[in-house]
């Protein structure tokens, strides 16, 4: 049987993993949660919307015949890939995490790490500054507690309901995104915070590197925990596992 994957997606390094399978001649399809209105065109088939738990996406990978997963979620999407592990585990299909390292504090950075949202929310408790808050339009009303704040949010589309904070500015982008553009951008709404996830890769990181420039604190809310399970860090890596891996199994 030819290998046929399902690609866990919603990042570049997804499109990217895509590309590479769809050019090696791979079947396969990428998946999306639906989060954005327009996710990037894939190379491959795709499919959007939740698998309805564990369950669900034991059952499609099972319907489908998919010989290998690849978790190309963004590494804040914890709950997705806890059920990759759990589903994949159970239909004794192999399952390849595609990852990027997080970022690391460099001379000039001032980080303050908090362990999650809840935690970003807690220590915006104080007086009111100017924050570029970028946690993506899904957690916008886990701020409610803290509308003192002038906010600046970069969002892939606009807020689906109004922030719960009364003084923001919406810029809607997708990026890329240059240190020199985020550097101006800072200036120009008189940031002096930047709260961020630590998404790592180079994608999002031009507002890091544009708050250390400027000086500024960046509030860096650190990963979520997801059970351990086999991870690459490029596309080459993963396109090497699935020879590998169907050579083994027979696939
Ligand atoms: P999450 O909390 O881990 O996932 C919540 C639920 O959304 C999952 O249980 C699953 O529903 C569904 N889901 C998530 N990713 C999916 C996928 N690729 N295909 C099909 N269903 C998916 O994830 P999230 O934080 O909401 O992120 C959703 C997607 O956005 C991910 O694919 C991720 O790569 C992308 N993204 C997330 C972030 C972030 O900061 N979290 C940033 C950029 C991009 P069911 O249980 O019903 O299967």
């Not at 886990?142 to 923001?168: G, M, S, T």
Request: contains cysteine; glycine residues 8%.
């Amino acid at each position: 049987m030819q290998p046929n994957l399902l690609i866990l997606g919603g990042t570049t390094e997804a499109t990217a993993f895509a590309k590479a399978a769809a050019e090696a001649g791979l079947r396969g399809t990428v998946s999306f949660a639906g989060r954005v209105e327009r996710p990037r065109r894939q190379p491959l088939p795709q499919r959007v919307g939740g698998f309805g738990g564990v369950a669900g996406l034991l059952a499609y990978v099972q319907c489908h015949q998919i010989t290998h997963v690849i978790d190309a979620t963004h590494p804040f999407a914890a709950q997705m890939s806890c059920n990759a592990v759990a589903a994949c585990t159970k239909a004794d299909v192999p399952l390849m995490a595609l990852t990027r390292a997080p970022w690391c504090a460099a001379q000039g950075d001032d980080w303050t790490h908090v362990p999650d949202i809840a935690g970003a929310v807690a220590s915006l408790n104080q007086p009111a500054r100017r924050v570029m808050l970028a946690v993506g339009r899904m957690h916008l009303q886990e701020f409610a507690p803290n509308p003192q704040h002038f906010y600046l949010l970069r969002l892939v589309d606009p807020p689906a309901i109004p922030p719960p904070f009364p003084d923001h500015h919406v810029l809607v982008s997708r990026g890329p995104f240059t240190t020199d553009d985020d550097r101006a951008l800072m200036q120009d709404h008189g940031i002096d915070l930047v709260v961020s996830k630590n998404a790592g890769g180079t994608g999002a990181y031009a507002k890091i590197a544009a708050a250390r420039e400027l000086g500024l604190p960046v509030l860096m809310i650190d990963r979520p925990a997801i059970p351990v399970r086999p991870e690459a860090n490029n596309v080459a890596d993963v396109m090497a596992w699935i020879a590998h891996t169907g050579t083994d199994r027979g696939v």
